[in-house]
């Protein structure tokens, strides 16, 4: 009697526990959550960090000054998002959305945090647009190309090392359009003051590109300063300080229209249209304006603490759903343990019983009893067949040792005389007896995989012509005829199309002879047997034809049993073992090969081997 199952090995417990875990913890979790979006609703509402909100504006300023629009801020907005924690989208003017962090649809805040526009930001957001409210990153057609850059840079380098000469400690910095200007340690540029052999102007002269741009912005300015009474000078780029973007009207040398120097509402006129100008020049590189919304951030999280009520209510729902949980574990796991104690019953019966056990589902459980089931009935028919191996063995080794004992005891009591004639009808039948036990032995060994084969290149048609040799006489005595039909010619291993075989030459012999015996046996006097020989891909085909009397449908499923025999009347004398065709699968398996079988009742037979090629 089998042993009982310990109460926390059982497959119902361990469904139990299991499910009254993930309760636990999908309680939990919930519980977890919602104090948290709780939470994060109170930070909302209470605002978010000033310096963290003008970083991101900061960032995303920066992108869209050195950008024509939006297509790519994606990205930026995602990874400004995982730093900071926060919810960060970009929409049009009219909440035409552009980018969001949140991959989900959720609501936009009620208000924007900021609008996101290079060319009108404000005073805090990038050092240097203090004055014009220009984010000084969007340079547009200033930004320098490479060679002028270098070009720069070797005047700036020039220059740091007359100042150095001259006790002045200075620092190369690019500005965003490329430009290299002189720091000190304070950010002045210039050091503050030019030392005079160092007062060239060569590095502020401006290049092609920024002459080009600058002649842009004079025809941009030109008719509003004319509006305001102010005249341009001749080439207002040479004029003004490259190394300042906001461009001060200190630096513009605008003279009025009667020669005298401007007022100082002109002056503020002449600024605005230079501001203006500026804006229009740069509009075509940068992004269009955006208005910016922030989710939640990552400060400090206000402790929230629930109530009583709420409290009551979540333990409620807690206890609910672990009772709900229970409950289904306990139904489920009931269905699915019943079918599997009924293969457990089944398979700790008797084997002799041979019991089977009901399908009633098609899951995982009905497939494990199918299997079940079909394990039963082979066992059955492998028990069938082992019996009937046992009988057909005893009665196969029977007849020849009753013919010998017999012969030997009359012999005995001098009833016959042991003449040449005896002996040779005793050999006979010890010959016989030995062949079965040989066929025995080989089938064993094949069984049990320690069949010894000794693989060597082996021609096709010669193999096949030496099987032919063996059994002409045989044939010829049947009044048989036995041919060959092999492709290829004679010659050297791969020099011809001829099949080569790696294989066994004896073993092979043994399972054509033993088609061949098999063959003459079937086939009547003119009759014919033809051994063939071809490659197919990467395959030998051997083929051995007779015109015998073939074999009926419903036998050949059987033909390769062991002991099996077509007609059941013949004597096993003259009808063989019943164990030649089983030797032929096995000693063609042992060769990675397969052997099959097509006939016709009174037209023949057709036995295929196919053995992988030796190329």
Known sequence: MARPIPLRKRLLVRLLITSVLIASCSVAATAWLAVETTTRAIQEEQGQVLTEDMDILRQLSGYAAT?????????????????????????????TPIADSETRSTALPPRAAAAVDPLHTDTFTEPGAQRTGIDP???????????????????????????????????????????????????????????????????????????????????????????????????????????????????????????????????????????????????????????????????????????????????????????????????????????????????????????????????????????????????????????????????????????????????????????????????????????????????AAADAGTLRLHREPVRADELLEQVVAAHRVAAEAAGVRLHTAADGSKGSHGSDGTPWLDADPVRMRQALGNLVSNALRHTPADGTITLSSRRHDDEVVLEVADTGSGIAPEDLPSVFERFWRAEKSRSRRTGGSGLGLSIVRQLVTAHGGTVTVTSEPGTGSVFTLRLPDAR
């Open 67 to 95: 950008h024509r629009d939006w297509s790519g801020v994606g990205k930026t907005v995602r990874a400004l998002s995982d730093r900071t924690g926060r919810r960060i989208a970009l929409t049009a003017p009219d909440r």
């Open 137 to 443: 990153r969007a340079v547009g057609p200033y930004r320098l190309p490479r060679a002028e850059r270098e070009r720069v840079r070797l005047l700036a380098e020039k220059r740091r090392a007359c100042f150095a000469n001259n006790g002045v400690d200075t620092s190369i910095t690019q500005l965003p359009s490329g430009r290299s200007v002189l720091t000190d340690e304070e950010g002045t540029v210039d050091g503050g003051q030019v030392p005079t052999p160092c007062a060239d102007g060569v590095l502020n002269t401006p290049t092609a590109t920024e002459e080009k741009a600058l002649d842009e912005l004079n025809t941009y300015a030109g008719d509003c300063l004319d509006r305001a009474g102010v005249k341009l000078p001749v080439l207002l780029g040479a004029t003004v300080d490259l190394t300042d973007r906001s461009m001060p009207t200190s630096y513009l040398g605008l003279k009025g229209t009667s020669g005298r120097d401007i007022t100082a509402d002109q002056e503020k006129q002449a600024q605005d249209c230079v501001d203006r100008a500026q804006r229009q020049q740069l509009e075509p590189y940068v992004a269009p304006a955006a208005e910016l919304f922030l989710g939640r951030g990552d400060s400090a999280v206000p402790h929230f603490d629930m109530s009583a009520a709420n409290k009551a209510k979540v333990t409620g729902v807690a206890g609910l759903v672990l009772a709900l949980t229970v409950a289904v574990t306990v139904l489920v796991a009931t269905r699915l343990v019943r079918p599997l104690r009924a293969l457990t019953h089944a398979a700790q019966q008797p084997p002799e019983q041979h019991v089977r056990v009901p399908v009633t589902t098609q899951d995982e459980t009905g497939i494990l009893a199918v299997a079940f089931n079909d394990l039963t009935e082979r066992r059955e028919r492998m028990e069938a067949q082992r019996k009937a191996m046992v009988a057909d063995i005893a009665h196969e080794l029977r007849t020849p040792l009753t013919n010998i004992r017999g012969w030997l005891e009359v012999t005995r009591d001098g009833v016959v005389d042991p003449d040449p004639e005896l002996l040779a009808s005793l050999h006979d039948e010890a010959v016989v007896l030995q062949r079965v036990i040989d066929d025995l032995q080989d089938l």
